[in-house]
């Protein structure tokens, strides 16, 4: 076969795998931004009365995924759980006793993230004035980063009023950039997987 020929076929070749990925934009949006352990997100969420989307996504931010990762701090597992607040919500949540080696395991960093979640959302209720859901999940996602005693004071001394347009105003770059993450990531799980997720919240 000469080269001519050989290009000729290696560019119809091309053409037909983008004309498979553009006309299946579902299966490619799905492979770019999977979401492993869909299973125990999807019960944990349920448990807590968390949208998945929101595990998810702020999984993706802390591990993408690897079950095994271990900061400089100490967090551990997909959801980077601190050793200390899994004490701490053991003994809100009334949890059997967690070792860090049981916190590895993603169905049980899983289920803590999510009772976690749900914690920081009851926590910071009030201070969404407008119901909106990008300015829920930015609260949250920053108390998650930042720990809730800095986005109370945040939000006491009118540093950050809490919305996603202020963001600006949080005097953490690392926070400011891990909300943003988290937001991006939500947005693309809700529209690959679930459309319906923002109706009605």
């Known amino acids: 076969m000469s080269i001519f020929r050989k290009k000729r076929l290696y560019a119809l070749l091309f053409v037909i795998i983008l004309l498979i990925l553009f ?29 998945p989307m929101l595990i998810a996504a702020i999984i993706r931010v802390e591990s993408n995924y690897k079950p095994d990762t271990l900061s400089k701090k100490g967090a551990v597992g997909l959801m980077q759980v ?29 289920e803590v993230g999510a009772w976690y979640i749900r914690s920081l959302m009851q926590q910071f209720a009030k201070d969404v004035q407008n ?52 937001l991006y990531y939500y947005k693309k799980y809700v529209q690959i997987y679930d459309e319906k997720a923002l109706e009605g919240q």
Do not use: C
């Open 131 to 182: 119901g909106n859901v990008e300015d829920r999940i930015a609260i949250v996602a920053a108390a998650y980063n930042a720990g809730p005693g800095s986005v109370r004071k945040w939000l006491n001394a009118k540093t950050w009023d809490g919305q996603v347009v202020n963001l600006q105003k949080i005097p953490f770059g690392e926070t400011r950039h891990y909300i943003q993450r988290v």
């Open 82 to 110: 601190m050793p200390d607040t899994a004490e701490w919500i053991v003994t809100q949540a009334g949890f059997a006793d967690l070792t860090n080696e049981k916190l590895e395991r993603p169905d049980v960093n899983i």
């Open 23 to 51: 006309y299946n934009s579902e299966w490619l949006s799905r492979w770019l931004y999977p979401i492993p352990y869909r299973e125990d997100i999807e019960i944990s969420a349920q448990n807590y009365d968390v949208d």
